[in-house]
């Protein structure tokens, strides 16, 4: 199993590097219809919380949006893949935006990056400059932004809710599955995946594995022969649950992770989202209670704080489990933090946090024994870092 498929360990540096292993940018090119029938026989979801088809996107024209916002402001959590795509090859990413921008005759591109990204916002300036020297973006307009900024512009923050009620945002991996698409045609695209759904997932490995790292694996490829090729577990120790998707899927024992395979079939068939392609492995030794808790902090940090279900649950949700772990708490405390959650999934307003919530109230329902224990014994079952 290689660790790239299509995105390939050379770092392509400069245009005519690009031009020389891909051709003239996509955006220059007559717009063949044969790329809407290969994006129809094998189809692209964007992967983010919304799962949405882009070949429904790129048809429907009862969206009016009059720009393409690039995320590189991602929310998820435990997933690092922008950096990579962006040092990897900037002109791919550049390539795609450019031709869907001219697919939805828009002339308007945000790309907007997190605060501390700053050697790739230079690296995406650079492939601008290039692109623009070349003629290759015509009359579209190109704005980069930092969280900040693009708040201070438009006085909106990158919060799910502004997401979800957007269908002109793409993260930076759909839109390389897009350009890799037009540019080889189908009938090579189609030989990477071995069912339904075609393409590469590019994985964001961390945790109780042995070789935390990125991966990148062809659709349907069983998940147990990714933990073999990314060098397998601790042996000293079990892995007692996954989680997938960052944590916007409730977690899976590892012997069902292992039966799974990397498509949307089998992921719905478990009722979770393929999303991100963010692992998180937990093994025996680790304390879920505080894995919980680090969850909810990590909700906290990308609420709105607009509704109240979401904004006042989760301090709840910490407010209890802080008592358990200092020994203060009762079966009351843990009745109540199960309803705090339940509240926060039925009353957020947006998909993201709802997703986050399951999550929280899936892994409490799965390790229930050992949010029993702490408050039966006043102490954790496991310690939370391995001797």
Do not use: W
């Amino acid at each position: 199993m290689k660790k790239f498929v299509l995105h390939n360990e050379n770092v392509i540096e400069s245009i005519k590097s690009y031009i020389d292993h891909f051709g003239d940018y996509l955006a220059v090119q007559k717009i063949n219809e044969s790329f809407f029938e290969d994006l129809k026989n094998y189809p692209i979801f964007k992967r983010d919380i919304t799962q949405d088809s882009i070949y429904k996107i790129l048809t429907d024209a009862n969206i009016k949006e009059d720009f393409i916002l690039i995320n590189v402001a991602s929310l998820d959590y435990l997933v690092f893949k922008d950096k990579f795509i962006i040092k990897n090859n900037p002109h791919l990413i550049l390539d795609g935006v450019l031709f869907i921008a001219k697919i939805l005759n828009i002339k308007k591109i945000d790309i907007v990056l997190k605060n501390y990204y700053l050697e790739e916002k230079d690296i995406i300036i650079k492939a601008i400059v290039e692109a623009e020297d070349s003629n290759f973006t015509n009359d579209t307009k190109i704005n980069i932004y930092d969280e900040d900024s693009y708040y201070n512009e438009f006085n909106i923050r990158i919060i799910p809710s502004f997401f979800e009620n957007k269908k002109y945002i793409f993260d930076l991996e759909t839109i390389s599955q897009i350009t890799y698409l037009a540019h080889i045609g189908g009938f090579s695209f189609k030989n990477y995946g071995s069912g339904e759904y075609k393409g590469t997932n590019i994985l964001s490995v961390s945790g109780d594995i042995l070789k935390p790292n990125l991966y990148e694996f062809e659709m349907y490829t069983p998940l147990r022969n990714v933990v073999k090729s990314i060098g397998g577990t601790d042996k000293n120790y079990t892995i007692k649950c996954v989680f997938t998707n960052g944590f916007l899927n409730p977690p899976v024992d590892f012997n069902t992770f292992q039966k799974m395979t990397l498509d949307y079939e089998c992921f719905d068939s478990f009722n979770m989202k393929f999303g991100n392609g963010g692992l998180c492995f937990i093994q025996e030794n680790r304390c879920m209670i505080r894995v919980v808790l680090k969850i909810i902090q990590f909700a906290k940090t990308i609420s709105c704080k607009k509704c109240m279900p979401c904004s006042y649950g989760f301090d709840l949700c910490e407010y209890y489990i802080n008592r358990m772990l200092l020994g203060n708490s009762d079966f009351n405390d843990y009745a109540n933090l199960k309803e705090a959650v339940e509240m926060v999934d039925i009353g957020a307003s947006c998909l993201y946090i709802k997703s986050l919530a399951k999550c929280i109230s899936s892994s409490i329902e799965m390790f229930s024994d050992e949010f029993l224990y702490l408050i039966e014994n006043r102490v954790t079952l496991y310690s939370f870092i391995k001797d």
